[in-house]
């Protein structure tokens, strides 16, 4: 029952993790760094620690049979990870759900089951299995590139969320690669936080829950990046007063649903790939975003961010989303080579 558990778990978080954005949408008279810091506040710091100290209550003990060089990578890793995250709510903001979570997240699927198997394995590049995983993360390349031609092409009209001209889309378009690029940091910490699960397991956490330490220090870190970042947008725009607009409570219950979706995706995730054994963190991922990708980008037409599109440009995108399915599914087959 492990594997079917584990597939299950992950499958559960690519959901979350593909609508979590959703109710950033619908909040009223905040700008995206009202939203984005009380995303932050509840999503890596409270609700994280609530989970985190209802898994493992001796986490303090943990990181203390952990070695200074491990932490201090695992930090470094949050605090990239961290830019990341707010890249990936500019990004997304940006771009729009339809167009810009399935060019990061496809970014996230193919570094993050790549950079694993460089670092740890990196023989296996040069045997069909790394040949198969390389030419996914070619795919993904593919993908992202007629997804972002299809992004050219549609309408910048003044509320389309794809933005109002050609340079917001360019910008757009960096900001959301490189949140990609920055992203896929949970799941190598995963791979280089074997000291730390195995420091939690000692102590006598699940095998399934060791993780959570990990996701723990990520997160922490994270958030002090992203909340302060936001405090300066908020100086700088001198706009502090929204948190006290009449849409405030109805925001802030808002920021905590899209929370709570992203919090429980990644630890169910990390159940998911415990589960699924040695090979977790390579086959697990690309099926956690690949879903997800599916997921946030039917939000995103479902809104109607692509209603005003050509009929050429909604035929691209949906070209260049199947190319990244296509991708994310070599890169889970990769696992079944040798």
């Given at each position: 029952m492990e594997?079917?558990?584990?597939f299950?778990?992950?499958l559960?978080?690519?959901?979350l993790?593909?609508?979590?954005?959703l109710?950033?949408t619908?909040?009223?008279k905040w700008?995206w760094?009202?939203?984005?810091a009380a995303?932050?506040?509840f999503?890596?710091?409270?609700?994280?620690?609530?989970?985190t100290?209802?898994a493992?209550?001796?986490?303090v003990?943990?990181y203390?049979?952990v070695?200074?060089?491990?932490?201090?990578i695992?930090?470094?890793f949050?605090?990239g990870w961290?830019?990341?995250?707010?890249?990936?709510g500019?990004?997304?903001?940006?771009l729009?759900m339809a167009?810009?979570?399935?060019i990061?997240?496809g970014?996230?699927?193919?570094?993050?089951?790549?950079?694993?198997l460089?670092?740890f394995?990196?023989?296996?590049?040069f045997?069909?299995k790394?040949?198969?995983?390389l030419?996914?993360?070619?795919?993904m390349?593919?993908g992202?590139?007629?997804?972002?031609l299809?992004?050219?092409?549609?309408?910048?009209?003044?509320?389309?969320?794809?933005?109002?001209?050609?340079?917001?889309?360019?910008?757009g378009?960096?900001?959301a690669?490189?949140?990609?690029?920055l992203?896929?940091?949970?799941?190598?910490?995963?791979?280089?936080?074997?000291?730390v699960?195995?420091?939690?397991q000692?102590l006598?956490v699940?095998?399934t829950?060791?993780?959570?330490?990990?996701?723990?220090l990520?997160?922490?870190?994270?958030f002090?990046?992203?909340?302060g970042?936001c405090?300066?947008?908020?100086?700088?725009?001198?706009?502090?007063?929204?948190?006290?607009?009449?849409?405030a409570a109805r925001?802030?219950g808002?920021?905590a649903?899209m929370?709570?979706?992203?919090?429980?995706s990644?630890?169910?995730?990390g159940?998911?790939?415990?589960k699924l054994?040695?090979?977790?963190?390579v086959?697990g991922w690309?099926?956690?975003?690949?879903?997800?990708i599916?997921?946030g980008?039917?939000?995103?037409?479902?809104?109607g961010?692509?209603?005003?599109?050509?009929?050429?440009?909604?035929?691209l995108l949906?070209?260049g989303l199947?190319?990244?399915?296509i991708?994310?599914?070599?890169i889970?087959?990769?696992?079944?080579?040798?």
């Amino acid at each position: 029952m492990e594997l079917p558990t584990g597939f299950l778990l992950v499958l559960s978080a690519g959901v979350l993790q593909g609508t979590f954005i959703l109710p950033m949408t619908l909040t009223k008279k905040w700008a995206w760094e009202h939203t984005w810091a009380a995303f932050s506040l509840f999503g890596m710091l409270a609700f994280n620690w609530v989970i985190t100290l209802v898994a493992i209550p001796n986490i303090v003990s943990v990181y203390r049979l952990v070695s200074l060089r491990d932490m201090t990578i695992l930090t470094l890793f949050g605090a990239g990870w961290g830019l990341g995250a707010i890249l990936f709510g500019l990004g997304m903001d940006k771009l729009g759900m339809a167009l810009g979570y399935p060019i990061i997240m496809g970014l996230i699927a193919s570094l993050g089951a790549l950079i694993p198997l460089l670092v740890f394995s990196a023989a296996t590049v040069f045997r069909v299995k790394g040949l198969i995983l390389l030419l996914g993360t070619a795919i993904m390349i593919l993908g992202i590139a007629v997804c972002s031609l299809a992004g050219v092409r549609e309408p910048r009209s003044s509320d389309s969320p794809a933005r109002a001209n050609s340079q917001g889309f360019a910008a757009g378009l960096v900001i959301a690669i490189a949140a990609g690029v920055l992203s896929c940091l949970p799941n190598v910490g995963m791979a280089f936080g074997t000291s730390v699960m195995v420091a939690a397991q000692s102590l006598g956490v699940s095998r399934t829950y060791s993780g959570t330490a990990i996701w723990a220090l990520f997160f922490t870190v994270g958030f002090l990046l992203n909340v302060g970042y936001c405090f300066y947008l908020m100086a700088r725009h001198e706009n502090w007063n929204a948190y006290l607009s009449k849409e405030a409570a109805r925001n802030f219950g808002l920021s905590a649903v899209m929370a709570i979706m992203w919090i429980v995706s990644f630890y169910l995730y990390g159940m998911g790939a415990a589960k699924l054994g040695k090979w977790g963190v390579v086959v697990g991922w690309p099926l956690f975003i690949s879903l997800s990708i599916v997921v946030g980008n039917l939000w995103g037409i479902l809104r109607g961010e692509w209603q005003a599109a050509s009929r050429s440009a909604r035929i691209l995108l949906y070209r260049g989303l199947f190319v990244l399915l296509i991708a994310v599914i070599t890169i889970a087959g990769s696992n079944l080579a040798r």
